[in-house]
T-cell receptor
Framework: EAQVTQNPRYLITVTGKKLTVTCSQN?????MSWYRQDPGLGLRQIYY???????DKGDVPEGYKVSRKEKRNFPLILESPSPNQTSLYFC????????????????FGSGTRLTVV | AQTVTQSQPEMSVQEAETVTLSCTYD???????LFWYKQPPSRQMILVIR??????QNATENRFSVNFQKAAKSFSLKISDSQLGDAAMYFC???????????FGGGTRLMVKP
């Protein structure tokens, strides 16, 4: 089954304790992204990657790191989590888009509810 | 920068009735796509319908259809014959065709009354 798998589904941690949320896709997609969802704000992009070893900042990158060493994996790292990073996080992937391709949007993982106390 | 606005934080509809969710967006691009995503309590993001900006014909998927007004930059979602399973958060989203980012509106929570 074509899917984006992210883990864990729920995570409670303390301020300052480094954590990693994993994301993997099995569709051979070039593009991968991380979003955070907060009430009234919709989803906002944290970081994205257009291919292996190519990553860039989205709208809200502060406090986050990513890496793309393999095409299928795109982990999100919080080096020193703070309470304002309490949120619902989504990983998503998409095929490359462009003038001669069909844009099907992103396929999303099932989300990670992170609470930082 | 592109922006997407959903002006209705909450809507309700009677089962079997029709409801329309509003979305407006702002962009200077001409080649883009628009999407509606559904997020049920399971929080999975489910693609409901998409619209290519270069197509004048409004997209339709079963009970879901859109009213795409390119000049007005409006992209509303109509749900016909509403069902209890339609209760969810609905997000409107924009993507420039050569870009990577989906820009989302703030969402509309739809409640369906039996």
């Amino acid at each position: 089954e074509a899917q984006v798998t992210q883990n864990p589904r729920y995570l409670i941690t303390v301020t300052g304790k480094k954590l990693t949320v994993t994301c993997s896709q099995n569709m051979n997609h070039e593009y991968m992204s991380w979003y955070r969802q907060d009430p009234g704000l919709g989803l906002r992009q944290i970081y994205y990657s257009m291919n292996v070893e190519v990553t860039d900042k989205g709208d809200v990158p502060e406090g986050y790191k990513v890496s793309r060493k393999e095409k299928r994996n795109f982990p999100l790292i919080l080096e020193s989590p703070s309470p304002n990073q309490t949120s619902l996080y989504f990983c998503a992937s998409s095929p490359r888009t462009g003038k001669f391709t069909t844009n099907y949007g992103y396929t999303f993982g099932s989300g990670t509810r992170l609470t930082v106390v | 920068a592109q922006t997407v606005t959903q002006s209705q934080p909450e809507m309700s509809v009677q089962e079997a009735e029709t409801v329309t969710l509003s979305c407006t967006y702002d962009t200077s691009e001409s080649d883009y796509y628009l999407f509606w995503y559904k997020q049920p309590p399971s929080r999975q993001m489910i693609l409901v319908i998409r619209q290519e900006a270069y197509k004048q014909q409004n997209a339709t998927e079963n009970r879901f259809s859109v009213n795409f007004q390119k000049a007005a930059k409006s992209f509303s979602l109509k749900i016909s014959d509403s069902q209890l399973g339609d209760a969810a958060m609905y997000f409107c989203a924009y993507r420039y065709n050569a870009g990577n980012m989906l820009t989302f509106g703030g969402g509309t929570r739809l409640m369906v009354k039996p």
